[in-house]
């Protein structure tokens, strides 16, 4: 049982690049969520997931994109990254009830 | 919106100190509460939640947590705290049916010998 699997773990991308940042759960949890984590603001809600096929909005998606198209994937893309976009990326996936969230181990990006 | 507001932003104790992190959220409706912890470099893991029943919860590693519905408050606890403490912690709140989960800014927890 892996839980919540994320990758890359580091990566560096020049302004106006894009990428895909990959999460993957294996305990059929309902809810999926991507945050971003900088020094003295918490981890702030980017995009979650209700279930397949339904995503939402979070606090700052501006300049991500995600869907759902499997229980299990929650992909999290940047379309054209930005330096702001300099952050620690946590996937999170949860089940129904409080449960709470279980967290991925993050990526580490970096952009120039 | 909910809001979780974490006053403490840093804190340094002395071994066996006492610890008292203070929550408060703002959400009028059903929340089930929680705190996390992040060590160095790592990701973040669960120490207790709360969600109906006794408003005093125990966690991992001796931490507890008090629910003052009263206060929108939801303050972690340990009695004394240990070298291996040092960490940050964050206090969240889950809402909307359980699909959006909202942190405070966390407190970095300096323990020193």
């Known amino acids: 049982n892996a839980g919540v699997t994320q990758t890359p773990k580091f990566q560096v991308l020049k302004t106006g690049q894009s990428m895909t940042l990959q999460c993957a759960q294996d305990?059929?949890?309902?809810?999926m969520s991507w945050y971003r984590q900088d020094p003295g603001m918490g981890l702030r809600l980017i995009h979650y997931s209700v279930g397949a096929g339904i995503t939402d909005q979070g606090e700052v998606p501006n300049g991500y994109n995600v869907s759902r198209s499997t229980t299990e994937d929650f992909p999290l893309r940047l379309l054209s990254a930005a330096p702001s976009q300099t952050s620690v990326y946590f996937c999170a996936s949860g089940g129904w009830g409080a449960s709470g969230y279980t967290f991925g181990s993050g990526t580490r990006l970096t952009v120039v | 919106a909910q809001s979780v507001s974490q006053h403490n932003h840093h804190v340094i104790l002395s071994e066996a100190a006492s610890l008292e992190l203070g929550c408060n959220y703002s959400y009028g409706g059903t929340v089930n509460l929680f705190w996390y912890v992040q060590y160095p470099g790592q990701h973040l893991q669960l120490l207790l939640k709360y969600f109906s029943g006794d408003p005093l919860v125990k966690g991992i590693k001796g931490f507890e947590a008090e629910f003052i519905k009263s206060k929108f408050s939801f303050n972690l606890r340990k009695p004394s705290v240990q070298w291996s403490d040092t960490a940050e912690y964050f206090c969240a709140v889950l809402t909307g049916g359980g699909n959006k989960l909202t942190f405070g800014t966390g407190t970095q927890l300096k323990v020193e010998l």
């Open positions: 305990m059929n949890h309902e809810y």
